[in-house]
């Protein structure tokens, strides 16, 4: 080998046991000391792609090379001992422990041999902090600290196993544009003292700023390899894409008519007491998309389910065209007009064993024309499904394939058929395009537009800023459970304005978010 | 094939290949054990069908493992693990004797009248393992379990105290009328009309589950429950509704078997049938078509290992192996799995060439 690679991955295929390909042939070559970018699509196959480097998934072909030899990676344990450390997209922390305990746990320095020595673990992690300014109290229980002190804790722990190659799977996801900034500063100087670091993102900004190189995927396949300096955005872009295509939805200014959807002093307190809605006011008009931006965890997840009937309400008020929906079932609710896509698409949206069909009739099944005395009626609901599945474009050998066979982006469409084919009134929309594809996406985006436009009222939750902007007509900023800010025209508003108001560095006047309530 | 395919094709193949590794053991074991192997071999496979008795042994034994069975479709269905049907199949059978002796009634009617006595009784004695759940989040698996054995005693009781018949010499009912007895139906043997009943009750658990809304949403609620409360269905009542609807069933299939096959209620336990619907279930992936062939074939094996206890020097404990065996590779996720991944791979690595990517 000419050149000096820490790690070399090598014709990987993974398939999955409902038959998914994930990856296919897949050579990845990093060179110690870089910061070496994998970017693709969602549903790429990167993140498959680092959980086999780390030992959790198995893979069907290829090999692994660690400086220029195979190994055999069986476990995270072994990935581990091989110097090899993930901070997961999802946090693998134990909230209920101490940054210390959380960061030596499984490897705690001893007393005597057997007592966990606890000064020891606190002192080794405030060393740890300090060789790599990274700023976190080591007594501080876990669940009391922000996403990006989380995150820190992540990065730590996986130093405190002597990680040389550390691999980030979309750290920036759940970070505000401040703390992106301040990461990449860290992640920095972790490359200076030696340190590889995988990063793997689909926003080609942050690639440009902080990486060498980089390797892109595109539908489970290795694209290309190559240095970040001579490389536009553009190309990158093409290379992830196959084409050129920048997200930009075309639509029409919103023609807001009544008032639809009203929320009025909504307060919700968790089972400790903890507030976690905080005096919520607002509206949505027929033919609007207000949408929510903010952290998560800031209080949009449990406001979508209150909406919905997922989660009971004690004080405030919610009414759907001037109905409460106050003590009605989720059933009641649906019946009155409310769709809703949920953030959590195998949790709530879609029963993945279930067919396709199965999962398009949830919501109507007991109605006519699609049941009879009692009776299913394949007919009816077959030509509902055939005609849905060309309208939405789900990809699937035919409505009685089961979902976990389908791609995520296909069955966010089986979602998005199903709560959008039956013309409501108000339709919650949360996290629409979370983790697919980018041709699902666009899809998706362009049928909330779609939406809209036949006169729905849409209260679109997305996390992803690009998103809230793009698709929404007016929006407000959750921050701690409140509305920090109303923003009546999304056009004018910019990235760090929101970032400011999602970090709560800023908060609107009372009156200026008051006027979320159009017809107070 | 597609994978949906390959699944349900490795499904058949884990069974055929648990059921012939079973019976692998088998041979070998009488081979070990019995002086005259081949003899003993030959009658515990054949020995079933060289008589028209033993022909009815074996249906006369699958008919009440048929409505348990199917029950036990209905009830896992949810997702939910009830393991009570032992004792609703015992109170199914004490209920359905209490009118079959203590009601005047014409013949016709007699035994309809014990069958859904025998039912309903079950149906409200299922529901309280999933109430217990709802109210408490009582575990049903344990207070299932635990009830079984509050109605063995309880039925005991009862008839001890209330049902006794004096004249009979051991303890027993007295005894039905005729007029609730049912018939025999095939002569030589002592297969009776709840055959047809079981027919019946198979036909209506299949169209039940897979064709009305009713089973549409026990099965949506067993593959994610979370989905069926997010899209508006009432789960505590689903969940109730089946528990009921499961023990109905083994109640009706305890009353068939007092009045086809006793003449006085005299279970002294309760009958293993409850279990064997569920060993049945199993085997048949809770596909209550697949039931009644499950059904027969822990018959056939059972009346095979009564044979050899008889003819050679095999006991008949051997079908407990063959059953262990059977459930326990059945039941196994992993048995075969390592072909299983490698015919989905094989096949979605030919999709994707096919599809030219």
């Not at chain 2, 149906?123 to 709802?134: E, R």
Request: hydrophobic share 45%; with cysteine.
């Amino acid at each position: 080998m000419s050149e000096n690679y820490i790690l070399e991955m090598r014709g990987i295929t993974k398939v999955y046991p409902n038959g998914f390909v994930a990856n296919k042939d897949v050579n990845l070559a990093v060179r110690e000391g870089e910061i070496h970018a994998l970017v693709g699509e969602n549903g790429a196959g990167k993140s498959t792609l680092m959980k086999v480097l780390f030992g959790v998934e198995g893979h069907e072909e290829g090999e692994i090379l660690l400086h220029g030899e195979p190994v055999k990676i069986t476990d995270p344990i072994s990935a581990i001992d091989m110097g090899i450390g993930m901070v997961h997209q999802h946090f693998m922390l134990v909230p209920s422990l101490t940054v210390a305990e959380n960061i030596v746990l499984g490897r705690e320095p001893r007393k005597n041999g057997v007592l966990v020595n606890m000064e020891k673990a606190i002192q080794d992690t405030r060393a740890i902090c300090e060789k790599y300014n990274l700023k976190v109290d080591p007594t501080a229980r876990v669940r009391d600290l922000p996403v990006g002190q989380k995150q820190k804790v992540e990065i730590l722990k996986a130093l405190y196993r002597k990680a040389k190659v550390l691999i980030l799977d979309e750290p920036t996801a759940v970070l505000t544009p401040q703390e992106t900034a301040e990461l990449f500063v860290e992640l920095k100087r972790m490359k200076e003292s030696g340190h590889t670091i995988i990063f793997i993102s689909h926003k080609l900004n942050e690639v440009k700023e902080l990486c060498d190189r980089v390797t892109v995927l595109r539908l489970g396949r290795t694209i290309g390899t190559a240095d970040l300096a001579g490389l536009s955005e553009q190309e990158i872009s093409r290379m992830m894409v196959g084409r050129d295509v920048i997200l930009k939805i075309q639509k029409q200014p919103a023609k807001p008519g009544a008032e639809v959807l009203k929320v009025r002093d909504l307060n919700l307190n968790s089972a400790d007491g903890r507030p976690i809605l905080r005096d919520v006011s607002f509206s949505v008009r027929a033919g609007e998309i207000l949408g929510v931006a903010g952290v998560e965890g800031n209080g949009q997840r449990e406001m979508s389910e209150i909406i919905t009937g997922l989660l009971p309400f004690a004080r405030g008020e919610i009414t759907i065209s001037g109905q409460s929906i106050r003590g009605r079932s989720i059933r009641a609710i649906r019946d009155m007009g409310v769709s809703h896509i949920s953030e959590d698409r195998m949790t709530y949206g879609v029963a993945a064993s279930a067919s396709v069909a199965e999962n398009i009739i949830s919501d109507r099944f007991q109605k006519a024309p699609y049941c009879k005395h009692g009776f299913l009626q394949t007919k009816q609901i077959g030509s509902l499904c055939k005609k849905l599945i060309a309208e939405f474009h789900i990809k699937c050998d035919d409505s009685s394939a089961p979902v976990k066979t389908l791609s995520g982006g296909n069955m966010q469409k089986v979602v998005a058929a199903r709560e959008f084919s039956q013309d409501p009134k108000v339709s919650i929309v949360n996290q629409p395009t979370r983790g697919i594809d980018v041709g699902a996406t666009e899809f998706v985006r362009n049928k909330i537009v779609d939406l809209r436009d036949q006169g729905t009222a849409v209260l679109l939750i997305s996390a992803d800023l690009n998103e809230i902007l793009e698709l929404s007509d007016s929006l407000i900023v959750m921050h701690g459970g409140e509305i920090a800010a109303y923003l009546p025209d999304s056009g004018k508003v910019t990235e760090t304005e929101l970032g400011e108001y999602m970090l709560g560095i800023r908060h609107q006047t009372p009156e200026e978010i008051r006027s979320a309530c159009h017809e107070c | 094939m597609s994978v949906k395919q390959i699944e349900k094709v490795m499904d058949a193949a884990k069974t055929a290949a648990a059921v012939l590794l079973s019976f692998a053991a088998t041979i070998l074991l009488i081979c070990l054990v019995s002086s005259t192997p081949w003899q003993t071999v030959k009658d515990f496979f054949l020995g079933p069908f060289q008589t028209t008795r033993r022909i009815g042994n074996v249906i006369e034994m699958a008919i009440p493992i048929c409505f348990t069975g199917c029950g036990i479709c209905i009830m896992y269905s949810t997702g939910h693990i009830n393991m009570g049907s032992s004792g609703y199949f015992y109170i199914g059978g004490l209920a359905a004797s209490i009118v079959a002796y203590g009601l005047l009634l014409p013949s016709g009617l007699h035994p309809v009248v014990c069958i859904l006595a025998g039912g309903l009784v079950a149906a409200l004695i299922a529901a309280i393992p999933a109430v217990l759940f709802s109210a408490w989040g009582i575990n049903e698996v344990v207070s299932s379990l635990m009830l079984n054995y509050i109605w063995v005693y309880l039925g005991t009781w009862i008839l001890r105290t209330f049902m006794l018949d004096s004249a009979a010499g051991f303890n027993a009912s007295k005894a039905f009328q005729e007029t609730a007895k049912l018939s025999r139906i095939i002569s030589g043997t002592r297969v009776h009309s709840g055959l047809i009943l079981a027919v019946v009750v198979v036909l209506f658990s299949w169209l039940f589950l897979k064709k009305t809304k009713w089973g549409y949403q026990i099965r949506m609620m067993g593959m994610n429950s979370k989905f069926s409360v997010y899209s508006g269905m009432g789960v505590t009542g689903i969940l109730l509704s089946s528990q009921m609807l499961g023990g109905f069933l083994a109640g009706i299939g305890g009353a068939c078997e007092v009045l086809g096959m006793y003449t006085r209620f005299e279970w002294a336990a309760a009958p293993t049938t409850g279990f064997d619907g569920i060993m049945v279930a199993a085997i048949a992936y809770r596909n209550p078509a697949l039931v009644p062939v499950a059904a027969l074939f822990l018959a056939y094996v059972r009346v095979g290992a009564d044979v050899i206890s008889r003819t050679s020097d095999v006991p008949s404990e051997i079908v407990s192996i063959i059953q262990a065996l059977i459930i326990m590779l059945v039941g196994a996720q992993m048995f075969l799995s390592g072909i299983r991944h490698k015919q989905i791979v094989k096949a979605s690595v030919r999709q994707l060439a096919k599809e030219g990517k």
